[in-house]
């Protein structure tokens, strides 16, 4: 399971999922709030599996240069992030302009359809 992870289950629990993922969330909502464009998401979410690695290894003992582990643990951050900037940006599009877009279900908005008087 640890070769899987790259680290134990409770460190990529506590570590990955709860903190980093709890980072990871508020990145997204902040790009979202910023209007960044999509391709920032991943870049953020590379340099929090960075600091992920990093922490795995500085105090759990982990392997440091773990090429499947950076690449797991980023790649699940990177899941937070973007469900956390997709919901973010439906949130600010349907309120921002509330008279041209409604809401479709927690990650998307389409366009209001127009009622003829």
Request: hydrophobic share 50%.
């Given at each position: 399971?640890?070769?899987?992870?790259?680290?134990?289950?409770?460190?990529f629990i506590g570590l990955t999922?709860?903190?980093?993922g709890g980072c990871g969330w508020?990145?997204?909502?902040?790009?979202?709030?910023?209007?960044?464009?999509?391709?920032?998401?991943?870049?953020?979410?590379?340099?929090?599996?960075?600091?992920?690695?990093?922490?795995?290894?500085?105090?759990?003992?982990?392997?440091?240069?773990?090429?499947?582990?950076?690449?797991?643990?980023?790649?699940?951050?990177?899941?937070?992030?973007?469900?956390?900037?997709?919901?973010?940006?439906?949130?600010?599009?349907?309120?921002?302009?509330?008279?041209?877009?409604?809401?479709?279900?927690l990650f998307g908005w389409r366009?209001?359809?127009?009622?003829?008087?």
């Amino acid at each position: 399971m640890e070769n899987l992870l790259g680290a134990s289950p409770g460190v990529f629990i506590g570590l990955t999922l709860v903190v980093f993922g709890g980072c990871g969330w508020l990145t997204g909502q902040s790009l979202a709030s910023g209007w960044k464009p999509l391709g920032a998401v991943f870049g953020y979410a590379a340099l929090l599996g960075a600091g992920d690695r990093f922490l795995v290894f500085g105090l759990f003992g982990g392997e440091l240069l773990s090429g499947w582990g950076y690449l797991f643990h980023t790649s699940v951050l990177a899941v937070i992030v973007w469900l956390s900037y997709s919901a973010g940006m439906a949130r600010r599009m349907v309120r921002q302009y509330p008279w041209l877009y409604e809401r479709i279900g927690l990650f998307g908005w389409r366009e209001r359809r127009r009622q003829l008087a």
